[in-house]
T-cell receptor, first 115, second 111 residues
Framework: NAGVMQNPRHLVRRRGQEARLRCSPMKGHSHVYWYRQLPEEGLKFMVY????????ESGMPKERFSAEFPKEGPSILRIQQVVRGDSAAYFCASSPRDASEQPQHFGDGTRLSIL | GDSVTQMEGPVTLSEEAFLTINCTYT??????LFWYVQYPGEGLQLLLK?????DKGSNKGFEATYRKETTSFHLEKGSVQVSDSAVYFC??????????FGKGTTLSVSS
């Protein structure tokens, strides 16, 4: 499968635990975007990364959330001390260059449930 | 800031009916416009796109025209099928920025 790979597909955490969501972009893609989809809502941008750099994190909550895209390996979205309001579907998208004309390709998402 | 507004659903149609899902946008400059489709339990798939005014994007019988004068990008299909049942998202992107999505419109097609 040459598409964007996200894992796990489903993740259950108790309040106060940490959640780690992984995203492997399509082969040859060096731009990664994370979005969050709350129930009955559209996707909201969280963070935009290139290899080893955070380009735009204007959509990230100021606390508890962090993201990285190391030189080797997948991009990671990390949520510390999760709360019930973090329950959502988290989608990763990748593109070969910036998204002005190159469409983003989406993974199937990680559904995060907080007990 | 930039934003996308699309008609609220759900939209319920019979097979072979004509489909229109309205989408309007507010943006500075000349964004690229997209329609994405999401099937249950899956991620978003690009349906079609247009990058400049008067461009028409088309795919799988769906089409949408970038109308700068009305700031619109309405999605149309002449004859829907049951397999078209999904959630449709209109989105825009300015150069080098992330996508801004509308809230999505649920389409349900019955045979």
């Amino acid at each position: 499968n040459a598409g964007v790979m996200q894992n796990p597909r489903h993740l259950v955490r108790r309040r106060g635990q940490e959640a780690r969501l992984r995203c492997s972009p399509m082969k040859g893609h060096s731009h990664v975007y994370w979005y969050r989809q709350l129930p009955e809502e559209g996707l909201k941008f969280m963070v935009y990364l290139q290899k080893e750099n955070i380009i735009d994190e204007s959509g990230m909550p100021k606390e508890r959330f962090s993201a990285e895209f190391p030189k080797e390996g997948p991009s990671i979205l990390r949520i510390q001390q999760v709360v019930r309001g973090d329950s959502a579907a988290y989608f990763c998208a990748s593109s070969p260059r910036d998204a002005s004309e190159q469409p983003q390709h989406f993974g199937d998402g990680t559904r995060l449930s907080i007990l | 800031g930039d934003s996308v507004t699309q008609m609220e659903g759900p939209v319920t149609l019979s097979e072979e009916a004509f489909l229109t899902i309205n989408c309007t946008y507010t943006a500075t400059g000349y964004p690229s416009l997209f329609w994405y489709v999401q099937y249950p339990g899956e991620g978003l798939q690009l349906l079609l796109k247009a990058t400049k005014a008067d461009d028409k994007g088309s795919n799988k019988g769906f089409e949408a025209t970038y109308r700068k004068e009305t700031t619109s990008f309405h999605l149309e299909k002449g004859s829907v099928q049951v397999s078209d049942s999904a959630v449709y998202f209109c989105a825009l992107s300015q150069a080098g920025t992330a996508l801004i999505f509308g809230k999505g419109t649920t389409l349900s097609v019955s045979s």
